[in-house]
């Protein structure tokens, strides 16, 4: 199937520091999204890549769309409290769905 | 900004009591979404809906489960006798159309079976 790998499962960082995690399939996608989620909340979109190779960049966050269009990665840079929470990978193929990694939890320390 | 909403916001039902979980998707869209999330866990595909039917729909959702677009307006899932393992987050999410893959959830519904 259309299994996602992420990893890491979790993370657990000081404030200020840089922060990488990803993505890994055996399917290829056409679209990697990245989302991250707060508690109690539903998954906000930060960044879609569309095309292999890509990178993409939203403020402190960069990800990219990996050559084989089967990995992607997201890394946060200077971390600060509020980068708490869920971060997830989504990929798309030629249909209309997504499909979900199993998520990635951060937690930044003052 | 327009948003996909969903109510309510938190229902405690019976086990074996059936459940309906309304989403309003953004207005133009027209791709529509179930997804489950049990509590920790990861973000689970139930069900993708277009053009008035169901297009694509998991393992997870079996005979229970059921989607409607009654109204044009509403987007709906069903479970019919609800179980234990029932219990979860149900995000519904939209995309305007093919072309366009950025999809917009709804702040969820935690249903709590009991």
């Given at each position: 199937g259309q299994q996602l790998n992420?990893?890491?499962?979790?993370?657990?960082?000081?404030?200020?520091?840089?922060v990488s995690m990803n993505c890994t399939s055996s399917s290829i996608f056409n679209t990697w999204l990245w989302y991250k989620?707060?508690?109690?909340?539903?998954p906000v979109l930060l960044i879609a890549l569309y095309?292999?190779?890509?990178?993409?960049?939203?403020?402190?966050?960069?990800?990219q769309f990996g050559i084989t269009r089967k990995d992607s990665f997201l890394n946060i840079s200077a971390s600060i409290p509020s980068d708490v929470g869920i971060y997830f990978c989504a990929g798309r193929i030629n249909n209309n769905d997504m499909r979900f990694g199993a998520g990635t939890r951060l937690t930044v320390k003052p | 900004e327009p948003e996909v909403t969903q109510t309510p916001s938190h229902q405690v039902t019976q086990m074996g009591q059936e459940?309906?979980?309304?989403?309003?998707?953004?207005?133009?869209?027209?791709y529509f979404y179930w997804y489950r999330q049990i509590l920790g866990q990861k973000v689970e595909f139930l069900v993708s809906f277009y053009n008035n039917e169901i297009s694509e729909k998991s393992e997870i959702?079996?005979?229970?489960?059921?989607?409607?677009?009654?109204?044009?307006?509403?987007?709906?899932?069903?479970?019919?006798?609800?179980k234990l393992e029932d219990s979860a987050m149900y995000f519904c999410a939209s995309i305007q159309d093919r072309a366009n893959t950025e999809a917009f959830f709804g702040q969820g519904t935690r249903l709590t079976v009991v």
């Open positions: 992420q990893s890491p499962q979790s993370m657990f960082i000081q404030e200020g520091e840089d989620q707060d508690p109690g909340e539903g095309k292999a190779g890509e990178l993409t960049s939203n403020g402190r966050l960069t990800a | 459940v309906i979980l309304r989403c309003v998707p953004i207005s133009n869209h027209l959702f079996d005979d229970q489960f059921s989607v409607e677009r009654p109204d044009g307006s509403n987007f709906t899932l069903k479970i019919r006798s609800t």
